[in-house]
């Protein structure tokens, strides 16, 4: 029967049963989740599957309290090679497929680079036919809505279950049950298929849910206590109720603790009972699994396995911290020292107080080791997993791991040579480097089709979108005038593209033909969006002066979230929706410059502005940012870099040339030198234009509303605020520099061909970047687990 036919009767089908109307009479959101159902049915017998494909084979398993997964409809689609065909279906029922795509609701149950990178692994492990299978939690709330009032963020919540979720299938009978001091609680799975593109493999992302033992308790109704006959329901479903919407700073609250735990427990107990299925004792078991902690957040992992083993499977003490060690890898994510994890020890000892035995033996372990090398007292004590009253997360996790890792070769040297160097001094052989990546089938080839066409006509083949190294055969193409040309126009497409959207969600016309220089990550200081502030405020002011003044016209483009309680990001928020009002509010300039912040910035929003980028602004303090990922989308769609030497951006440059990019300010090394003895007032009062800009924090330019977040941020860069020296990123210091780099992307943007040349060449050799050569290092150097890809070939 026609494939069509029968996806449209299961949609009639479905919103018979489930709305109980016709599909013509059903809003759009209804149409999304029917059609999102029609295709379920088509996804899970191969899934159950490619389950089967695995057994008797060693898996690894992610276990992530973050997953930033986005829109799955297109990616599906795009995966299970029927894109097209569904896309005409919705033709024929005159839906159109665009509205249907936008009803679906982002899944951001995750803050930025850590949560997203996770969900570019599980694509890519699905495509290359690895058995990876997610653990996590289904948070009722993800990253908050974001909104302006006045030019400050408010958060919303993010009810992105609000007309359900037609992914994921509940699986009521895998349910397990997580104890607390405080008492027991149900974990129940909820499963939602990863297909790999193309592959013989659907994986699986399994999120727990939190829900009571009990979900109302009679006796206290009878007694009319009403409040107290749902309070068990409510202390449950709290733990998985909201996404903590910090991207650095260690917040030592018990709600996180539980989620941690709660999350980490059911994928262990889950991970063990399947393991017993086939298995009579656990020899074994590190032969058949490989756990990945992405970052130290599941590190609770490594007590709970041991808890499992020693206290509830009778093995001994040793054999257990064999097997644990063996099973374990951990991955860090961040140099920042205020967010590496710490615990306060009373509150693990409240609420855990087994498993704090358990670390409390590890430590006594660990120091016996440490002893029998002979390393004692206060050389000791820079391992101690719990110093103080405190227990260090990171310690654990290294501790316990075969395998730690960095994410981008600079991140994996400062953390060998400085951060963890004590660590790397005792177990060298455990460290390695896992430079990140992105997967092309979301960056490239479902957000940017126009160049992916264009990229696979030149290639005469799409093998780039399996092997991306693929891309480096488009360098023969580097001095045709004619496919630079083409570029330019996609490029150009895209922005118009891009100016549309922004004009109808964020009510701004941009100037299609100006210069998109864009910033879009997560607000942070270190990230430096204030540097970029200062800079179009400069530019702002020169016009002014002199509104001949030649400049190809730019539009800045950021996007950003900000942790509600990190109130110096939120002020540089404010600062640059005021900018902005200034700048696009002036008619001296001529519509030179223009600014937009763009509200909610999130994975689906990003998929239109990477596209559309000309500039990619990656301007963190050299040594903060451990990788960054963004920066790669930007180079895969041809953006070239302006960024310091920090992450992956070293990697970026190395392999499409420093020529094509631009580079500019203090590296590590020159950090270190001048640390002890900056001072930013040499620099504010030396730089022509800096003080100007900076002034403008205080002199009354800019209205704050009486919050005080203004002179606050002038006090921070100038006279040290709050724990920090003065000016801890360095802005004043770099400003000079980057001003430099500004300009001479403005001349040389001038020459079409030329910059075209500079974006080719980021495409020719972003291959490097994609996940799938990410992936295939875990799983080669970490996991040691197979690919079925071989043998299906061969057949
Ligand atoms: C920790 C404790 C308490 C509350 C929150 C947290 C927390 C939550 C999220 C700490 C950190 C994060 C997220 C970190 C993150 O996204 N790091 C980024 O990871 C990317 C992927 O490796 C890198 O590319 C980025 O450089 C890095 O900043």
New binding site residues.
């Given amino acids: 029967m026609d494939y069509k036919f029968i996806i449209k009767q299961r949609m009639e089908g479905y919103t018979l049963t489930s709305f109980g109307k016709n599909l013509q009479e059903c809003s759009i959101n209804e149409k999304h989740i029917a059609l999102s159902k029609a295709l379920m049915e088509e996804i899970v017998p191969p899934w159950r599957e490619s389950e089967k494909k695995f057994k008797d084979k060693k898996r690894a398993y992610y276990l992530s309290?973050?997953y930033l997964m986005g829109r799955a409809l297109s990616n599906n689609l795009i995966n299970l090679n029927i894109k097209n065909e569904i896309e005409s279906l919705m033709n024929d029922i005159g839906v159109s497929y665009n509205d249907i795509e936008e009803a679906e609701e982002d899944a951001a149950l995750g803050?930025?680079?850590?949560?997203r990178?996770a969900a570019c692994f599980l694509d890519s492990a699905a495509t290359l036919d690895y058995p990876l299978t997610g653990y996590g939690i289904r948070y009722a709330f993800g990253i908050f809505k974001q909104k302006f009032m006045d030019g400050f963020q408010v958060e919303a919540a993010d009810d992105w279950l609000k007309y359900g979720d037609p992914w994921s299938i509940r699986k009521e009978d895998e349910k397990v049950r997580v104890r607390f001091s405080s008492g027991e609680i149900y974990a129940v799975p909820y499963d939602t298929p990863i297909i790999g593109y193309k592959s013989n493999t659907i994986n699986t992302l399994r999120l727990w849910k939190a829900e009571p033992l009990e979900v109302f308790n009679f006796k206290e109704f009878n007694d009319q206590h009403y409040d107290l006959a749902v309070k068990e329901k409510n202390d449950a479903e709290n733990i998985g109720k909201v996404l903590?919407p910090?991207?650095?700073?260690?917040?030592g609250k018990i709600l996180?603790l539980k989620q941690q735990y709660f999350f980490v427990s059911a994928s262990l107990q889950d991970i063990v009972r399947n393991y017993k299925m086939n298995h009579s004792d656990f020899k074994d078991f590190s032969y058949y699994h490989a756990i990945q902690l992405n970052?130290t957040?599941p590190t609770v992992a490594i007590p709970e396995l041991m808890r499992i083993f020693t206290r509830i499977e009778g093995l001994s003490w040793e054999e257990s911290w064999n097997i644990v060690v063996n099973t374990f890898a951990y991955t860090n994510?961040?140099l920042l020292a205020e967010?590496l994890?710490q615990w306060p020890v009373k509150l693990y000892k409240a609420l855990l107080p087994e498993i704090y035995d358990i670390i409390v033996g590890i430590n006594n372990q660990l120091m016996h080791e440490l002893g029998g090398r002979g390393i004692y007292n206060s050389e000791a004590y820079q391992y101690e997993i719990i110093q103080h009253d405190s227990i260090k997360m990171a310690h654990l996790a290294i501790y316990g791991s075969k395998s730690i890792n960095g994410?981008a070769k600079i991140h994996s040297d400062l953390l060998k040579d400085r951060e963890l160097n004590q660590w790397y001094r005792l177990y060298p052989e455990r460290f390695n480097n896992k430079t990140?990546g992105i997967t092309q089938r979301r960056w490239l080839l479902q957000s940017n089709q126009e160049l992916s066409n264009f990229i696979t006509e030149l290639l005469q083949t799409d093998s780039w979108i399996t092997d991306l190294s693929k891309l480096k055969d488009l360098e023969r193409y580097i001095n045709d005038e004619n496919v630079l040309r083409k570029f330019l126009d996609i490029k150009q497409i895209k922005k118009d593209q891009l100016a549309e959207y922004i004009l109808k969600h964020d009510g701004v016309q941009i100037d299609s033909k100006s210069i998109y220089d864009v910033q879009i990550k997560r607000m942070h200081e270190y990230k430096r969006q204030l540097l970029n502030a200062f800079h179009i405020l400069d530019l702002y002011y020169r016009l002014k002066e002199d509104p001949n003044m030649d400049i190809v016209p730019r539009t800045f483009i950021f996007g950003a979230k900000a942790a509600p309680g990190y109130f110096r990001a939120k002020a540089v928020i404010k600062f640059i929706n005021d900018i902005a009002n200034l700048v696009n509010n002036d008619s001296d300039i001529g519509g030179k410059i223009r600014v937009v912040f763009v509200e909610n910035y999130r994975v689906s929003y990003a998929e239109r502005i990477f596209p559309a980028a000309d500039v990619s602004e990656q301007i963190s303090t050299a040594g903060k940012?451990?990788?960054?990922?963004g920066n790669m989308k930007f180079m895969l769609n041809g953006a070239p870099t302006l960024g310091t030497y920090d992450?992956a951006n070293i990697e970026i440059v190395q392999e499409a040339g420093e020529d094509n990019n631009f580079i500019f300010g203090l590296r590590v090394e020159d950090i270190m030198e001048i640390q002890s003895s900056y001072n930013p007032y040499e620099y504010y009062n030396g730089v022509p234009g800096l003080r100007r800009v900076v002034d403008s924090l205080i002199n009354g330019t800019f209205d704050d509303k009486g919050t005080g977040v203004y002179s606050e941020l002038y006090d921070s860069l100038l006279k040290g605020a709050n724990w920090h020296r003065p000016d801890n990123y360095f802005i004043l210091k770099d400003f000079e520099d980057y001003r430099n780099a500004q300009q001479a992307i403005n001349d040389i943007y001038k020459d079409r061909i030329n910059w075209a040349k500079r974006c080719w060449m980021n495409i020719a050799n972003a291959g490097k970047f994609s996940s799938d050569r990410t992936i295939e290092e875990y799983a080669r150097e970490i996991w040691n687990i197979e690919s079925t890809k071989q043998e299906v070939n061969i057949r």
């Fill in positions: 309290s973050e803050n930025g680079g850590l949560g990178l903590y910090n991207d650095s700073n260690d917040e996180r970052d957040h994510h961040t967010a994890e994410v990140n940012e451990a990788s960054g990922t992450g």
